[in-house]
Nanobody, 126 residues
Framework: QVQLVESGGGLVQAGGSLRLSCAAS????????MAWFRQVPGKEREFVGN???????????ECADSVKGRCTISRGNSGNTIDLRMDRVKPEDTAAYYCAASPAAMGRAIEYYDIWGQGTQVTVSS
């Protein structure tokens, strides 16, 4: 059974850091693009960042412009994990964060991703 499981959500104080992890299972994801999205009730799911292995031990990662400079995306050596670290968090970072995977090349559009986790809630207190 293919699944993505997020962990690390919870309450974070404004100005601090949040760290989320996503573990994929059920198949090998090393060739997949894995990504983080977030969603606030009543709004569309928003791209946060993604990463894809380039071969060997290197991967390419990018973050959305809205969080660039505060966001770090990393992939585990197995290729089946993706982590998100966000520094200097703000109350507007409060959202449900979702892990996603796509067999396609790097993309930010939600339509690229057909495997999703259940999400983990992050609440930033001011």
């Amino acid at each position: 059974q293919v699944q993505l499981v997020e962990s690390g959500g919870g309450l974070v104080q404004a100005g601090g850091s949040l760290r989320l992890s996503c573990a994929a299972s059920g198949r090998t994801f090393s060739s997949y693009t894995m990504a983080w999205f977030r969603q606030v009730p009543g709004k569309e799911r928003e791209f946060v960042g993604n990463a894809v292995w380039r071969g060997g031990r290197s991967y390419y990662a990018e973050c959305a412009d809205s969080v660039k400079g505060r966001c770090t995306i990393s992939r585990g050596n197995s290729g089946n994990t993706i982590d998100l670290r966000m520094d200097r968090v703000k109350p507007e970072d409060t959202a449900a964060y979702y892990c996603a995977a796509s067999p396609a090349a790097m993309g930010r559009a939600i339509e690229y991703y057909d495997i999703w986790g259940q999400g983990t809630q992050v609440t930033v207190s001011s």
